[in-house]
């Protein structure tokens, strides 16, 4: 595997780079960006060896795409139309039933193959970049079956030396678990930083007041809306139906306070640390 | 000051304790507590000294209570009137105006002084006590001029010497803001774990699919509902308002991911970035 190209050098794509490296010293990396902005600091950075351009993807051993969901759908056809029968291209993005779609009937489908790797940060662009974020982390591989096998273990191999654990799911599954356990935690944060900011706008002193608590919760706030707006439209009817749970829920939570049912608050409070033992079970 | 009692050795008591401890070594630590198990636990730790009982307190020179909310409305007025005219009770609880109102016309009013020192983990009881706790940490002082003067300088000094930063602000004002920065926090953190547990109770291993952005957002479900209860209970206006807003303001992003209106998502999450530098301002 000497020839290497990563289709948007940003967070997901320029840490991948970077674990590649070490583990393939010998490849060459190329990256292919809309910014040549972004394609100068992953230069500058050491992230990528070289630029490149979608001309280039016949020469490709590995083409990597890791750009925004809505540009993925668009993008793939014309990379599977590129590569050659060797060629193996991965997209890593968060939805993955849009994505296996579009290319069901490609006459390259066999040389891709779909994958989510669920990590990253709040942070975006090459220099939020960085080493070791797939350690100990689970990539979800869609569809496994329908990708040519030695291009399947090429893959496999390569994201297993990273430090990441396959699950395998359908499309359907993943886009549906995802909403829950994903996407919900950042529509959640996004509108807990929108309630303060509403209320406390003017009044920047009270912020002194937000502890560690606030911090966390409202941490994935700070993450982009140019890739999340995309995440959002892709997997709407999952998406809408996780917020349509987690209003009820709060609003059964308010109508107990409300009613004074302050057992039934102590309760759904005690029922809910069960969330210990399940995030014990993630590590 | 020689002998400072602290009432409720868990994890904000048995942390002010071991800092106290660092600032002021000549002191003996007294611990009260319900639980005898707790008084055993923070004996081994080297939390606290020596076990006492509200009957010792007229020898105390500092008083600490640091036990739940609704605990606290119906101590505080007790322990007032144990302690001697040269002792000083500090109470550290996350609601200020019913406490403050208890006390009001107590005749020993001025021995006492309230506080929330805006600092603590997902955990709790004295296993929970860590060091360093308050490092940089804000610390809310209300009603300060109604506390006799040397008395309101001894934990001023104190708070001071443990890391802490001090804000003034009146009981009301700290009970709404706080409702905003740290309640509504939990309660989103809360409604995030139940409903994802709801949905995927019977699929435990989709919570391999979980990263570390619902980690941090769901931490806070971790949180004591022997704790937090009652300070639900106390704040019931303010917390109600939050849910409301917040509420209203999901309800207002799923209406228009419904209407396919993603311009307005997308303008949602940028605006919402601003908590980026609000979040800077706090470090």
Chains 1, 2 share one sequence.
């Not at 990539?139 to 399947?152: G, P, R, S």
């Not at 309630?195 to 007041?209: A, G, L, P, Q, S």
């Amino acid at each position: 595997m000497n020839k290497i190209y990563i289709i948007g050098v940003g967070l997901i794509g320029g840490s991948l780079a970077l674990d590649i490296k070490k583990k393939r010293p010998e490849a060459t990396i190329y990256g292919i960006d809309n910014s040549e902005q972004h394609l100068l600091e992953a230069l500058e950075l050491n992230i990528i060896d070289n630029k490149a351009t979608i001309e280039d993807l016949d020469k490709a051993d590995l083409v990597i795409l890791s750009i925004p969901v809505d540009a993925a759908v668009e993008l793939l056809p014309k990379v599977l139309d590129k590569v050659s029968d060797f060629g193996l291209v991965v997209d890593v993005g968060s939805t993955k039933l849009d994505i296996c779609k579009v290319i069901e009937n490609h006459p390259k489908r066999r040389n891709f193959l779909a994958m989510h790797p669920i990590a990253g940060t709040e942070f975006s662009g090459p220099k939020a970049a960085i080493s070791n974020l797939f350690q100990h982390k689970t990539n979800i591989v869609c569809e496994v079956e329908k990708t040519a096998f030695k291009l399947q273990e090429r893959a496999l191999n390569l994201f297993t030396e990273i430090g990441m654990r396959m699950r395998y799911m359908n499309p359907e599954s993943h886009d549906k678990h995802i909403a829950y356990v994903s996407h919900l935690s950042h529509i959640s944060a996004f509108m807990l930083g929108k309630t303060v900011i509403e209320k406390e706008k003017n009044e920047r002193d009270i912020f002194d007041m937000a502890g560690s608590g606030f911090e966390s919760t409202v941490r994935l706030a700070k993450s982009s809306p140019a890739m999340w707006t995309p995440i959002f439209k892709q997997n709407k009817a999952n998406v809408v139906e996780t917020l349509e749970d987690y209003i009820k829920n709060l609003t059964q939570f308010k109508n107990m306070m409300q009613n004074d049912d302050f057992e039934g608050v102590f309760n759904e409070m005690k029922d809910t640390n069960y969330i210990k033992q399940i995030l014990n079970g993630i590590k």
